[in-house]
């Protein structure tokens, strides 16, 4: 039993209610509240993941700018493959 909780009143559409009712009344989860509980941890996880991405993104971004002005993507992919092809025995 959690040691503290606060009660809160939510607006959902009825189709929400009535998941929330089929959920309980299958039995997976004892009351509407759990069902609420799990989802809001379930938002909770997906916001946090969401926000790591982003962090990461932006560092991937920061270090594309530190890393020197930009190739174009064909002078690029060229300078490869002669170095693949140099390094290449025949």
Do not use: F, H
């Amino acid at each position: 039993m959690m040691a503290q909780v606060e009660k809160v009143s939510i607006a959902i559409t009825p189709e929400m209610a009535a998941m929330l009712r089929r959920a309980v009344a299958s039995g997976d989860y004892a009351s509407s509240s759990e069902v609420v509980r799990e989802a809001l941890r379930d938002w909770k996880e997906r916001r946090t993941l969401r926000n790591e991405a982003i962090a990461e993104l932006r560092q991937l971004w920061d270090e594309g700018l530190a890393s020197g002005e930009p190739v174009e993507s064909e002078d690029a992919l060229a300078r490869i493959k002669a170095k693949i092809e140099a390094a290449t025995p025949r």
